[in-house]
């Protein structure tokens, strides 16, 4: 219950914030126009910008069927209740715990008829800050679907004291939202080749602030 309630007044903060953004956009890819219909794709960005992410998807992908690969802890918990007031589904586990429990869900959403797209931040739930994880990276690669980086930067925020210095947009703040060509992840890569696919896309998510 408290998770509840919690979950709502972030919604509310979240939305009445927003309503005062500038928010420019730019889809590189052209996905934000796509059904699943046409192919579910893996949205990669930093923890530190989960805040303005249901708006991006309730604004700019709305066509599409979100789910968010969140941890089984109390805070994903949370996060879960927020996402589900912006019309986001939840997997819960990560590479700490739930782990093969994850990864089945997370595939079996890319892979269904007019499946879901998946949301996941690849630093987190604990960091290192701004690293990208290869949890992402195996999931494309065994759901053969694409990585969309997606990098948010604000001209005015508060950044709070926590692990990933978490951002919250000032409001009348200026926003800008790119969606960035995708990362197709082949399933012969080497281990070598991986870890090279995994720095370039953590590249793409480190060019805005």
């Known amino acids: 219950m408290k998770a509840k309630v919690i979950g709502y007044l972030i919604a509310l903060v979240i939305r009445a914030i927003a309503f005062t953004l500038r928010i420019s956009f730019d889809d590189c890819c052209g996905v934000s126009g796509k059904t699943n219909s046409e192919g579910s794709v893996i949205w990669v960005f930093w923890h530190c910008k989960v805040f303005l992410m249901p708006i991006v998807y309730k604004e700019y992908l709305l066509k599409r069927k979100g789910t968010v690969l969140t941890s089984p802890s109390r805070d994903g918990q949370i996060i ?3 996402m589900k007031r912006f019309g986001v589904h939840s997997i819960r ?4 715990k739930s782990p093969v429990k994850a990864l089945r869900e997370s595939i079996e959403c890319l892979q269904e008829k007019n499946g879901g797209d998946l949301a996941v931040t690849p630093d987190g739930p604990r960091g290192p800050s701004r690293v990208m994880k290869l949890g992402a990276i195996k999931i494309a690669q065994m759901a053969n679907v694409p990585i969309m980086p ?3 930067s604000y ?7 926590t692990w990933d210095n978490f ?9 800008s939202v790119v969606l960035h060509d ?3 992840i082949s399933k012969s890569l080497t281990k070598e080749e991986i870890g090279e696919s995994a720095l370039a896309i953590e590249k793409v998510l480190k060019s805005l602030p």
């Open 80 to 82: 879960v209740e927020v």
């Open 93 to 96: 586990g990560s590479s700490n």
């Open 150 to 152: 997606i990098t948010i």
């Open 155 to 161: 001209s005015k925020c508060i950044e709070l004291k």
């Open 167 to 175: 951002q919250i947009p000032l409001p009348f703040s200026r926003v």
């Open 182 to 184: 995708f990362h197709w």
